[in-house]
């Protein structure tokens, strides 16, 4: 069965700071990954996804197969990151297919 | 962007009655459509898959009895929870995907489901 760890269940930083939220995962097929981001008092939104390695507002995730990670990275932390963060893995069942969270990571820019 | 409604967007009900959940793709067709649950400070565990058109499917554990799913239309999807019990209470939330994108959902704002 598909896995999603996420280890740190709050991560504190300074603006400007680096930042990484980890994400391991345990899946036997080919993986798709992806962060989502919770704001405070919004829905859940996909921030990035590992095909498009793509940077979104200044976040990446690169994809490491052989170490089954995903992590989050940004270079200067911004106040306006803090947020809730959730790692998911998408996986194929038969004919369904569904999203796997994991426990996410509170994050908190301190000024 | 696509958006995802949920109505209502909390609900008391006494223990022992039923309460109905919608969710509604505003701009968008979804064939398939997926409810979770959340516990406070915990992650979303999903429940079931809604399809419109045929059967839910249900996560390994999800009483399929308790939690009912009817995918009406191809912008509607409800959760009815019946003969609710306190420890139902809890933060449901729906989502559906971006067409061709299956794996990119637009969640909706969630249900604060309360049971007395």
């Known amino acids: 069965a598909q896995r999603v760890t996420q280890p740190e269940k709050l991560l504190s930083v300074f603006k400007g700071a680096p930042v990484e939220l980890k994400c391991n995962y345990s899946y036997s097929g080919s993986p798709e990954l992806f962060w989502y981001v919770q704001y405070s008092r919004q829905r859940l939104q996909l921030l990035l996804r590992?095909?498009s390695r793509e940077s979104i507002k200044g976040f990446t995730a690169d994809l490491n197969k052989g170490e089954t990670s995903f992590h989050l990275k940004k270079p200067f932390a911004q106040e306006e990151d803090s947020a809730m963060y959730y790692c998911?893995?998408?996986?194929?069942?038969?004919?369904?297919?569904?999203?796997?969270f994991g426990k996410g990571t509170l994050l908190t820019v301190n000024p | 962007g696509a958006v995802v409604s949920q109505h209502p967007s909390r609900v008391i009900c006494k223990s022992g009655t039923s309460v109905k959940i919608e969710c509604r793709s505003l701009?968008?067709?979804?064939?398939?459509m997926f409810w979770y649950r959340q516990f406070p400070k915990q992650s979303l565990m999903l429940m079931a898959t809604?399809?419109?058109?045929?059967?839910?499917?249900?996560e390994q554990g999800v009483e399929k009895d308790k939690f009912l799913i009817n995918h009406a239309s191809l912008t509607l999807s409800t959760l009815t929870v019946t003969s609710a019990h306190p420890e139902d209470s809890s933060f449901y939330i729906c989502?559906?995907?971006?067409?061709?994108?299956?794996?990119?959902?637009?969640f909706g704002p969630g249900t604060r489901l309360t049971v007395t």
């Open positions: 998911a893995l998408h996986s194929w069942g038969g004919s369904n297919y569904k999203l796997t």
């Open positions: 989502s559906a995907p971006r067409q061709g994108f299956s794996y990119e959902q637009y």
């Open positions: 701009d968008f067709q979804a064939t398939t």
């Open positions: 809604s399809n419109e058109g045929s059967k839910a499917t249900y």
């Open positions: 590992h095909i």
